[in-house]
Nanobody
Framework: VQLQASGGGLVQAGGSLRLSCSTS????????VAWFRRAPGKEREFVAA???????RYQGSVRGRFTISRDNAKNTVFLQMSSLKPEDTALYYC?????????????????WGLGTLVTVSS
């Protein structure tokens, strides 16, 4: 599955962005999808994940501010980010794994897209 992440940009602290993860020529309906991010000088970290039926999991620092959702008819998974903080600045990646599961482990996802950059200014 080829994934495309989009929607990143520059936003002021407290602002919002919506990231999209879509496919071309494939369906995401049989995959679980997650967002990861890598901040400058830091390790890749889990952000949020969603399974087939809409079950989800969030990293503690984004819970209550970020919402992951999916539109299977559009083959797209969204990450709505609100109340953004400078520490949310990172390259955000979406990843897909075949099957119905929720995981925060990058190794559980076999397909990865190129990242989209989110920069939050203070």
């Amino acid at each position: 599955v080829q994934l495309q992440a989009s929607g990143g940009g520059l936003v002021q602290a407290g602002g919002s962005l919506r990231l999209s993860c879509s496919t071309s020529g494939h369906t995401l309906s049989s995959h679980s999808v997650a967002w990861f991010r890598r901040a400058p000088g830091k390790e890749r970290e889990f952000v949020a994940a969603v399974n087939w039926s809409g079950g989800n999991r969030y990293q503690g620092s984004v819970r209550g501010r970020f919402t992951i959702s999916r539109d299977n008819a559009k083959n797209t998974v969204f990450l709505q980010m609100s109340s953004l903080k400078p520490e949310d600045t990172a390259l955000y990646y979406c990843a897909a794994g075949y099957g119905n599961f929720i995981s925060s482990l990058w190794r559980d996802f076999e397909s990865w897209g190129l990242g989209t950059l989110v920069t939050v200014s203070s």
